[in-house]
């Protein structure tokens, strides 16, 4: 049986073999004892699979495909699908407005906002701008524009999304494998060929939409915490004390899941032709040695479906504020951050270049990170964009030098409690929608997804506490949910 070893109020290991380093696990004894079996098994078989030199366990850990979601697997020599998952490059984003909080009391104005928002960005599984009234429409021609630059020039002039936007994303756009985007449009051109992105027109009209499940647009008010410091990294962040601001959670839609798809198919036959076996049994934890083909193809897919997740962000926010400045004209809006959490990233750990896989793990870069050089944030850390629940609220942080320890990295939200098939069981539907309106929190839906109702995930403040006491990151603001667009859905992730 997995036992974690306590090294401190909220730092502990787990032994993972005779040859190898111990897991690291994040999260104070509240936490700790959310961890199952399962989710610490498959944090043992990640550490113990080929080229792999340290696992992460961060505080919103549970089972996941293959590798636990909410961790970080660090590998030199070799690329895993795993522990990326299948919404490559599901992300948060956050748009800051200046209005002021008392705009939104008025119920009928949040349900014209929330009327407005659904009347541009379709939510659920395979809906497109098609689906509603007022989306942007995508040319065809420039859906492969879209995959191959990411947020270039053209694409946001296309989409009609402000171009500064670009400076404030984590990755405004990805590069193939080589490092050029010639790879992917030669990589894409395959796929087409072959027939590999099955309804690929489709697919693209996707963009500028949110999936299903746990994906969700949210009205927020920023309460900045009261220090001086929060408050002059906030002012760097963009974020205004009191002020309405929009946060918002998706990845890479229909083009995402059918690359991850595709990738995972391909090296399980891989394995499978040539008699290699899966770490720990597992085909879930299918690998690439690089330089390989095979390694290559993967990068390419995940870079493009990147890509699109990184123009789907950005068009949902320009989406967002056009709602927004219907409803309330004079609205001014600006983004004050985009970053993912599935996505593996080509870093430095301990002088070593080597592929960080973070599945449902955020970026955690502190002040003077040689990665944050020449940006708005190379003086603070840039943002890190936590969600919780709409009752508990959401929060934005900020690294700090002990996230080194962590291979710069937090966890990407609260984390499950309950599995989607048990918490629709044991969750009564009243009390869940009982429960917004005691908030005074608006959404949507008719019948609030039980699966996605607050009760279902883990105590946020403990995970909030957790990351605090380990050193990791600071608090610099807390949001507090207004209403909630959501879609009952699976997800994509």
């Known amino acids: 049986m997995n036992q974690l070893i306590p090294t401190g109020d909220a730092t502990s290991i787990l032994p993972a073999g005779d040859h190898v380093t111990p897991i690291k696990v994040f999260g104070n004894e509240s936490i700790r004892n959310s961890f199952d079996a399962t989710c610490l098994q498959q944090a043992v078989n990640c550490r113990q699979a080929p080229g792999v030199t340290e696992v992460i366990l961060n505080p919103d850990a ?40 008392d705009a939104v009391n008025d119920k009928r104005t949040r349900r014209e906002l929330i009327q407005a928002i659904s009347r541009r960005i379709p939510t659920g599984a395979g809906k497109g701008s098609r689906h509603v009234p007022q989306g942007r429409r995508v040319a065809h021609s420039i859906g492969n524009e879209v995959l191959t630059t990411g947020a270039s020039h053209r694409v946001t002039k296309e989409l009609q999304i402000p171009a500064l936007w670009t400076e404030r994303c984590e990755d405004a756009f990805h590069t193939g ?48 915490q009261n220090d001086e410091q929060s408050k002059s990294i906030a002012s760097v962040f963009g974020l205004q004390h009191r002020k309405i601001a929009f946060l918002s959670h998706c990845g890479s839609r229909g083009i995402g899941h059918r690359l991850a798809t595709g990738q995972f198919r391909a090296l399980e036959e891989q394995f499978d032709r040539w008699k290699i076996p899966y770490p720990a049994g597992d085909k879930q934890l299918v690998y690439a040695p690089l330089g390989t083909k095979e390694a290559d193809n993967y990068l390419n897919d995940m870079a493009m479906g990147a890509n699109f997740a990184t123009v789907n962000h950005l068009l949902i926010n320009a989406l967002v504020l056009e709602a927004f400045q219907e409803v309330i004209p004079g609205t001014q809006g600006d983004l004050v951050y985009f970053i993912s959490h599935n996505i593996a990233q080509q870093e430095t750990i301990k002088s070593v270049p080597t592929w960080v896989h973070r599945k449902g793990a955020t970026r955690a870069l502190p002040a003077g990170h040689a990665t944050l ?37 937090i966890n990407h939200g609260a984390g499950r409690r309950l599995g989607r098939r048990r918490a629709i069981r044991d969750l009564d539907q009243q009390q869940v929608d009982a429960s917004f309106d005691e908030a005074d929190i608006l959404t949507n839906c008719r019948r609030y997804p039980r699966d996605e109702a607050p009760a279902a995930y883990k105590d946020f403040e403990q995970v909030v506490q957790s990351v605090e006491s380990a050193g990791l990151a600071k608090q610099v603001a807390r949001l507090h949910a207004r209403f909630v667009i959501k879609d009952a859905s699976s997800a994509d992730d």
């Not at 979601?69 to 299948?86: E, K, Q």
Request: aromatic share 6%; with cysteine.
């Open 62 to 101: 549970h089972c996941g495909y293959g590798a636990p979601i909410g961790c970080v697997l660090a590998s030199p020599t070799h690329i895993y699908p795993g522990p990326v998952g299948f919404d490559i490059k599901c992300s948060m984003s956050l748009l800051q407005t200046n209005l002021p909080e």
């Open 373 to 409: 050089k020449n940006t708005p944030f190379a003086d603070t850390g840039h943002p890190i964009l936590l969600p919780g629940n709409p009752q508990a609220g959401s929060a934005v942080m900020v690294g700090l030098p002990g996230a080194e320890m962590s291979c710069y990295s």
């Open 177 to 224: 494998h080589d490092g050029n985007a010639d790879s992917l449009r030669h990589r894409l051109e395959e796929l087409q060929r072959v027939k590999g992105i099955r309804n690929y027109n489709q697919k693209i009209e996707q963009l500028g939409s949110y999936g299903g499940g746990n994906h969700f647009g949210e009205c927020e008010i920023v309460e900045i």
